[in-house]
């Protein structure tokens, strides 16, 4: 059992707040990310868990067991670093069985267990290579190898596919995720890309400014965001938003845009930010419930095969939809769109919290 | 004409090229000829030797320390033959050729022991062993013998011209069992004891202080790796004896090493560890004159050692170290499986320029002690100067600065190639 427990963990480097106070449990075998903006303290946090950094207040606990005052090496937690931190001195072989040679783990077992692994990440041919002989991706392969050879609980994981081209990318987040239904390790990873974490988590757990925003499942994420940081940090391309005012269960925007909010609000006036994803805008009616035409100007149309991306301005100001390419659309078409009010936003314009 | 790159990439190298002619390849070559000629001070036209100057044999001496006097089937008999030693005498006889044999008698029993040219060196010789050399009794295969023997003052068997002669007359003039050694004379520096000498300075001199700076650098640069405060002042300081020329810092050694009014034994006396007459004479003793010599050159070159590694420290990247805290090493463990691994290559560079300003070092040892005493402590570079320069001896000089040639060149290449496996 490898359940990671952080409680109130607080981390200070001098004046600035690193990571302000986190709560987070992660069960046991889950694969959970850690993602958000650069410098929103994801590595901090791993580091803290991994034991490389000491906690500036908070507890963390390992399998129940408190861990805040023991070294990295009895924390039954392995780790792969952005850099791959491989021994540039030692072959495939070595560096995967360093840390069992160090535990005294019985020669025929670190064998049995370096080739195993080495068989399932397709590096049996690499053994006796030294890191600079090999490629990029493989070196990264290595270094998820000598985290799994250890066989700990806990796998924590720090941006690992960021120095690989898009391509091996796509290929290692599939290749990773089915590593974790093998070993079944309780598997924590940073990344700031929200595409990783959207198809690899279970469950992901969204940051900024040192805090925890909301940890939900990708679907969670992406219908139930709790605040607009993450309404406009998941999905692609992102939310739009646009600053009003709530007046008798209608939204005021700008250039006298006035769209029917149907769901239970606050009663009176409120100042508010109004969000709708550019997948929700449609090029022509559906018929649904609750769709407002908004007459929009197309500005620029971005085709991606398929799906098009185009950005056109309304009264309220400048906006993102998702079309496809039989849409048709062109540059200066003047047509009403439809924004889907079943599925639209409103955050408090204070507190960025969903209403 | 500036179209072409050519010629603009000759005109920009013929300085480097007229540089390198003129100042390295002219006087290597001079010193190369100068070494197989009769060059000397006031000898205007050279004419060539050839290797007279490295090897010039004119006699070989043999001597003999040790003689297996008598040898006995019981070890009794041989104890009875030593105790009968204090009655032994010793005569002169007549043999073929008009030669004389030199005779111990002992307990009854008469050992020719050497055959010499006049009667009196024979039995001077024999007198010598018997009363000169030590006695004892030593198994030697089946037999107990009864051998005499010297330490330090061997007996001269005689002077020859040539191996054939040297090598008959061994054979006829001892008469028993006996180590003999031959010594070449001559006019060659390989004849020359003091030659010899220096090549065996050099090389303590280069291993001792390569060595030491090891010792202290490696410590040096793993303590100026840790951040503490202050740390950038500590590492300023410790370059200052590299950056101090070596004319001014070894004239501060000279007054530390002053036997009666250096601070070393100043500080001795007064703190009563040492009575003033046992303080030790850093430059007039051989052995602590070497010693101060490593001293310097170690002080002085440490910082550099330590400076090469602490860059090498510094370009592990901090994951590495700590992906070994997570995998489990402890800092012993992080340091002889990681870290020294990492840093063995440009260790190896250090090491190779640090060999190299040791093994040819002249400053420290000409001005701390000149060779001295007594040429005890000349190196090649001081001893090539010392014969060639102040001597005016210029062909016995360049030939001495020349042995140090083939032995850096194996030096140097044993270290490319390591480091060309390493890295
Ligand atoms: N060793 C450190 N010293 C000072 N500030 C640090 C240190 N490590 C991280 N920080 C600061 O803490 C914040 C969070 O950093 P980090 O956890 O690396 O962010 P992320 O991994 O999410 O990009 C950043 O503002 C960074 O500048
Ligand atoms: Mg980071």
Redesign the pocket.
């Known amino acids: 059992m490898a359940e990671v427990n952080l409680e109130n963990v607080e ?1 200070r ?2 004046e ?4 302000a106070g986190i709560d987070l449990t992660v069960h046991d075998q889950e694969f959970v990310i ?1 993602v ?12 803290m868990i991994a034991g490389l ?1 000491d906690v500036s207040a908070g507890d963390i606990r390992i399998g129940g067991r408190s861990v805040v005052n023991l070294p990295p090496r009895d924390r039954d937690i392995a780790m792969v670093f952005q850099s791959y931190a491989l021994y540039p001195h030692m072959d495939v072989y070595r560096n995967m069985a360093f840390s069992l040679q160090l535990r005294r783990v019985p020669k025929k077992e670190i064998d049995r267990r370096v080739n195993e692994v080495a068989e399932i990440l397709g590096l049996t041919p690499q053994l006796k290579r030294k890191p600079r002989q090999l490629s990029g991706g493989q070196r990264q392969r290595v270094a998820v190898g000598a985290a799994l050879c250890r066989q700990s609980g806990v796998l924590l994981f ?2 690992p596919l960021s120095n690989l081209d898009a391509k091996l990318r796509v290929h290692m987040r599939t290749e990773l995720k089915r590593l974790h239904q093998k070993v079944r390790s309780t598997m924590v990873y ?1 990344t ?1 890309d929200q595409v990783e974490a959207m198809t690899m988590g279970d469950r992901i757990v969204i ?1 900024n400014g ?1 805090k925890i925003m909301q940890v939900a499942t990708p679907l969670e994420a992406y219908d139930k965001p709790k605040n607009r940081f993450v309404a406009g940090f998941i999905g692609t391309p992102p939310m739009n938003f646009f600053s009003g005012e709530w007046v008798d269960s209608k939204v005021q925007l700008g250039g006298g845009v006035k769209l029917p909010y149907p769901r239970s609000s606050p009663n009176g006036t409120k100042s508010v930010v109004f969000g709708i994803r550019p997948e929700h805008i449609y090029v022509r009616p559906s018929g649904n419930k609750g769709e407002t035409a908004v007459p929009s100007v197309i500005e620029v149309v971005e085709p991606l095969g398929h799906d098009v991306v185009a950005t056109a301005s309304c009264g309220a100001g400048v906006f993102q939809l998702a079309a496809e390419i039989h849409d048709g659309l062109k540059p200066q078409d003047k047509l009403d769109l439809q924004f889907d009010m079943a599925r639209a936003y409103l955050f408090d314009r204070d507190t960025e919290c969903v209403l | 004409m500036f179209e072409r790159e050519a010629p603009l990439g000759y005109a920009l190298v013929l300085p480097a090229v007229l540089y390198l002619g003129v100042f390295i390849a002219y006087p290597f070559l001079m010193s190369v000829w100068m070494s197989f000629s009769d060059a000397q001070a006031g000898n205007q036209k050279w004419t060539w030797t050839g290797w007279a100057n490295y090897s010039k044999v004119e006699a070989y001496d043999v001597l003999a320390n040790s003689f297996h006097v008598a040898q006995f089937k019981e070890k009794k008999d041989a104890e009875a033959f030593l105790a009968a030693r204090d009655k032994a005498t010793v005569t002169a006889e007549p043999a073929e050729g008009g030669k004389f044999k030199g005779v111990l008698h002992v307990a009854g029993k008469d050992v020719p022991v050497l055959q010499l040219d006049n009667d009196g060196d024979a039995s001077f010789a024999v007198q010598t062993i018997l009363s000169d050399f030590d006695w004892s009794v030593a198994k030697s295969g089946t037999t107990w013998d009864v051998v005499a023997k010297t330490k330090d003052t061997p007996l001269t068997l005689g002077e020859f011209q040539d191996r054939k002669t040297m090598k008959d007359a061994i054979k006829n003039e001892v008469l028993v069992e006996a180590d003999t050694t031959i010594q070449e004379k001559g006019t060659g520096v390989l004849q020359d004891p003091n030659f010899v000498r220096a090549v065996k300075n050099t090389f303590q001199y280069t291993f001792g202080t390569e060595l030491l700076k090891l010792l202290i650098g490696v410590p040096c640069a793993l303590l100026l790796n840790r951040k503490f405060a202050g740390r950038r002042i500590l590492r300023g300081l410790v370059v200052i004896p590299w950056v101090i020329p070596i004319a001014i810092s070894a004239q501060g050694w000279l007054w530390i090493f002053d036997s009666t009014y250096g601070v070393i034994n100043w500080a001795l006396v007064h703190s009563h560890l040492v009575s003033p007459g046992q303080v030790p004479n850093f430059r007039g003793d051989k052995d602590w004159a070497m010693f101060s010599l490593i001293l310097v050159n170690v002080w002085r070159g440490f910082p550099f050692t330590a400076i090469i590694i602490l860059a090498g420290l510094t370009a592990i990247p901090d994951e590495i170290i700590e992906r070994a805290r997570l995998d489990g090493a402890n800092a012993f463990q992080r340091f002889f499986y990681i870290i020294a691994p990492m840093v063995r290559p440009i260790l190896m560079v250090s090491l190779l320029f640090s060999v190299i300003f040791s093994f040819t070092d002249f400053n420290t040892i000409w001005i701390i002690t000149r060779g001295g005493p007594y040429d005890q402590t000349q190196v090649l570079s001081t001893y090539a100067y010392q014969l060639g320069i102040n001597a005016g001896y210029l062909g016995k000089g360049a030939a001495i600065s020349l042995f140090m040639f083939p032995i850096m060149a194996v030096m140097v290449l044993a270290m490319l190639q390591f480091l060309r496996r390493e890295v």
Request: proline share 4%; hydrophobic share 30%; charged share 20%.
């Open positions: 981390k480097f001098g600035t707040w690193a990571v850690l958000g903006p650069s410098g929103c303290g994801k590595t901090t946090t791993l580091r950094e720090d941006e940073v700031h940051m040192g």
